[in-house]
C-alpha cells in the first residue's frame, strides 16, 4: 500500500526539520540546567566570603575551624563558606575590585597594598566597636575615616594568627555589598551576621591556660 499524503508530509517534514527538534531539546536541557543552578546556588545570605591576598594563608586549617564553630559563634544559617587565596598586582588591584571580580564579605589585604585604593569606593567604614586594635583610616571629607581593621601583625595572638604566616601586617575590609554584616555597611538583616561574627572570632585572642605550679 502506497504512503498517504499525511504519511508522505510527515515523512518529508522528518527528513528536513529534524535539526528543530535537537536543538528543542538542547534549549530545553538547557533551560532546566539553569534553573537547577540557580535553585541550588545558595542565597546571599546562607554563605560567606572571605578572600586573602599572598600566599602565606593556611587556608584548609582556617576553613576547618570556621566550619566547626559557625554553629556556635552565628545563629544564621550558613551553607557554604568560602575561603580563598590569590594574587594580584598591587598596581592593578583597584581595576579588579573596580570590576567586582571577587563576591565575598571579607577582603584581607597586606599594608602596602592598600595606600594606592580609595578605600571609600570599595568598602564600608568601620564601626566603632574595636576601639584596641589598629585601624587603617584614610581622609573623607576632612576627616579620617577607618576603613581597615588590623587583622595580622608578626607576633601577635589572635585566632587569626594561628593560620598566617609572613612578615606583613594585614588589614581585613568590610564588603560594601555584604549582606552579612548585621546591616553595618546598610545590607542584609540585623541578624544575618555570620560574616561579622567570624571577623570578630578570628580576632580572638585564644585562651592559654597558665601552668598550674
Not at 567604614?125 to 577607618?146: F, H, M, N, S
Request: aromatic share 12%; hydrophobic share 40%; proline share 5%.
Amino acid at each position: 500500500m502506497g504512503k498517504t499524503n499525511t504519511d508522505a508530509r510527515l515523512s518529508s517534514h522528518l527528513h528536513y526539520g529534524w535539526w528543530q527538534y535537537v536543538l528543542l531539546a538542547v534549549l530545553s536541557i538547557a533551560i532546566w540546567t539553569a534553573v537547577f543552578d540557580t535553585l541550588a546556588k545558595p542565597a546571599k545570605n546562607e554563605k560567606v566570603g572571605i578572600v586573602f591576598f599572598g600566599d602565606s594563608l593556611d587556608v584548609a586549617a582556617l576553613h576547618a575551624d570556621l566550619w566547626a564553630v559557625k554553629e556556635d559563634i552565628t545563629e544564621q544559617s550558613i551553607t557554604l563558606l568560602d575561603i580563598s587565596q590569590t594574587f594580584a598586582d598591587k598596581e592593578h588591584l583597584g581595576q579588579i575590585l573596580m570590576a567586582r571580580s571577587y563576591d565575598c564579605d571579607l577582603l584581607i589585604l597586606p599594608a602596602d597594598y592598600v595606600d594606592p585604593l580609595s578605600a571609600y569606593g570599595f568598602f564600608a567604614p568601620l564601626p566603632d566597636r574595636w576601639k584596641d586594635i589598629p585601624t587603617y583610616t584614610q581622609e573623607q571629607d576632612g576627616q579620617a575615616v577607618a576603613y581597615g581593621l588590623e587583622i595580622y601583625r608578626p607576633g601577635n595572638q589572635n585566632r587569626f594568627s594561628a593560620y598566617c604566616s609572613g612578615e606583613q601586617t594585614y588589614y581585613v575590609f568590610l564588603s560594601k555589598e555584604s549582606v552579612n554584616l548585621a546591616s553595618l555597611n546598610g545590607n542584609g538583616a540585623p541578624t544575618d551576621d555570620a560574616a561579622l561574627k567570624i571577623l570578630e572570632y578570628l580576632l580572638e585572642e585564644p585562651y592559654v591556660p597558665t601552668e598550674e605550679n
